[in-house]
């Protein structure tokens, strides 16, 4: 974004506040306009349609403040405008380094959530069973792990297709209809 300054010092200079209102709101917003057009502060005639409320009558007041100084019939130069405001210059540089700083961002943040997906992928491999393996899980406090509790994989072993949990023939049949729903048989086939 680029702003234009209104430096403190024109608030004590002679030629800015010697300025009528109109004049006054007639030279910032020919500024401002001058610096969000990247001019240099150069404004032609035709330019001044453009600058929000300007009033014709203030372009000679603004030449007599040395504020402005005539180019030719049709164009006039702020005259600190270089002293006090970014040039064309130093704003595409700006919005250049800012495009530039954007698109590294940009591309760094991408690395990272693909650095982070396979961070994830490889956790998750490493700890998930693999294909034909049991769950083991975590022992519970004050109960050891024992054969009886490892789900043993063959054609009667359903799994549950949310949890990966397994469960027997058995447990199958035991549980109801609604728990059924969520199992599937380990060999593919619909019960």
Do not use: C
Not at 153 to 164: K, R
């Amino acid at each position: 974004m680029a702003d234009a300054r209104f430096p403190d010092r024109w608030l004590m200079d002679r030629r800015v506040m010697a300025l009528p209102a109109e004049g006054f709101r007639d030279f910032v917003t020919s500024l401002t306009w001058a610096v969000s057009n990247m001019t240099d502060g150069k404004i032609t005639r035709a330019d001044l349609m453009f600058v929000p409320g300007f009033n014709q009558t203030s372009i000679r007041t603004l030449v007599i403040s040395d504020l402005w100084e005539e180019l030719d019939d049709n164009s006039w130069q702020i005259i600190d405008f270089a002293k006090t405001q970014s040039s064309k210059a130093e704003l595409e540089a700006y919005f250049s380094r800012k495009a530039n700083d954007r698109d590294r961002k940009a591309r760094q943040r991408a690395r990272e959530r693909a650095q982070e997906s396979r961070d994830m992928s490889r956790d998750m491999s490493a700890e998930s069973p693999r294909q034909g393996e049991a769950r083991q899980g975590k022992d519970r406090q004050g109960r050891k792990r024992d054969a009886d509790n490892v789900v043993p994989l063959h054609a009667n072993t359903y799994v549950n297709a949310e949890t990966g949990e397994q469960i027997s023939q058995e447990q199958y049949d035991k549980a109801w209809p609604e728990e059924q729903e969520q199992y599937q048989p380990m060999d593919g086939s619909a019960s």
